[in-house]
Nanobody, 128 residues
Framework: QVHLVESGGGSVEPGNSLSLRCAAS????????VSWFRQAPGTEREFVAY????????YVSDSVKGRFSISSDNARNTYYLQMTSLKPEDTAVYYC?????????????????????WGQGTQVTVSS
């Protein structure tokens, strides 16, 4: 079992930055890959970024490419989403998700079904 806890959300003005943190516990070494998703009110959950725990492959959604980046600190079992040049349309609840099934980029890697474990989410609000 893996337990994920997100933190770092908040309210910022457009153009500012935030860094989200996802701390894994329980059996963190069983994780093969972690992704960040987000969900704005009235919309479906949207894939944002993906990283393989062992290092290497990283994928970032076109909607945030060039502004968001994903990283990991394996020694601390922690995953990060660095967000810069934030826009009002980035407002959403951000979730981290982990899979202990797929250790490679997969057709389900951008879908909720590809992840067994989810955090509770952290709110990001971008508004002037």
């Amino acid at each position: 079992q893996v337990h994920l806890v997100e933190s770092g959300g908040g309210s910022v003005e457009p153009g500012n930055s935030l860094s989200l943190r996802c701390a894994a516990s329980g059996r963190p070494l069983s994780i093969f890959a972690v992704s960040w998703f987000r969900q704005a009110p009235g919309t479906e959950r949207e894939f944002v970024a993906y990283i393989i725990r062992s290092g290497g492959n990283i994928y970032v959604s076109d909607s945030v490419k060039g502004r968001f980046s994903i990283s990991s600190d394996n020694a601390r079992n922690t995953y990060y989403l660095q967000m810069t040049s934030l826009k009002p349309e980035d407002t959403a609840v951000y979730y981290c998700a982990a899979t202990d099934t797929y250790g490679y980029w997969h057709s389900s890697s951008t879908k909720e079904e590809g992840y067994r474990y989810w955090g509770q989410g952290t709110q990001v609000t971008v508004s002037s």
